[in-house]
């Protein structure tokens, strides 16, 4: 079974710059997260979506971030524009959304570099 | 308030010797708990999880992890380390589990001598 596969694996740009990460989680797993880890830190949680809803996004950064998963499978996370402070590992997670299926599988992550 | 905290950041240990890593979390109520290990350019993947029951919870690659409620604590333990054990090992738990969201400590990074 694949798992969760995150692409880019690695992504250097420009301050002011757009950006796009994209994962596509693990077949049948209803939630998907995405994370964002700075160096020496745990991953923070930025977005959970069940299926294509955007069920928790309090931690979302509105004003550059955004995010989306259509038709409930693959998701993309967008930066616009990108700022210095942006650079850190995405991590892209997915779960089977079931009442107390709390075990998340991750992906590799996108190491963003914003010079 | 930190919810999770991993008091030591990085470990050294010899390989063949036991290792204990240290998690305390901050909660009223007995959280879900989840140690995973990251090895460099790698996801997370989860050791061991503990949900309720037996406090004494077995995890793949040989770690365990006890959950000591006076002690608000959930250290992972291995009898013998081996080199490949070397990455970073984070301690997680859900707050609220309607939230299903994990929160992580900041991560112990355990370095193996031969």
């Known amino acids: 079974e694949a798992g969760v596969v995150q692409s880019p694996r690695y992504k250097i740009i420009e301050k002011k710059q757009p950006v796009a990460f994209w994962c596509n989680p693990i077949?049948?797993?209803?939630?998907l997260y995405w994370y964002l880890q700075n160096l020496g830190q745990g991953p923070e949680l930025l977005i959970r979506y069940e299926n294509e809803e955007a069920v928790d996004d309090s931690q979302l950064p509105k004003d550059r971030f955004s995010a989306e998963r259509l038709k409930g499978v693959d998701s993309t996370l967008k930066i616009q524009p990108a700022e210095l402070g942006d650079s850190a590992v995405y991590l892209c997670?997915?779960?089977?959304?079931?009442?107390?299926?709390?075990?998340?599988?991750f992906g590799p992550g996108t190491r963003l570099t914003v010079t | 308030a930190q919810s999770v905290t991993q008091p030591d950041i990085h470990i050294t240990v010899s390989e063949g010797a036991s290792l204990e890593l240290r998690c305390n979390y901050s909660?009223?109520?007995?959280?879900?708990l989840f140690w995973y290990v990251q090895s460099p350019g790698q996801g997370l993947q989860l050791l061991l999880k503990?949900?309720?029951?037996?406090?004494l919870v077995q995890g793949i690659k040989g770690f365990e992890a006890e959950f000591k409620r006076s002690q608000s604590s959930f250290n992972l333990r291995k009898p013998s380390v081996h080199w490949s054990d070397a990455a970073e090992y984070f301690c997680a738990v859900v707050r609220d589990t309607g939230r299903r969201a994990l929160t992580f400590g900041s991560g112990t990074r355990l370095q193996v001598q031969p």
């Open positions: 503990y949900f309720s029951g037996d406090t």
């Open positions: 909660y009223g109520a007995t959280p879900y």
């Open positions: 077949s049948g797993h209803n939630t």
């Open positions: 997670a997915s779960s089977l959304g079931q009442a107390f299926s709390y075990e998340q599988y």
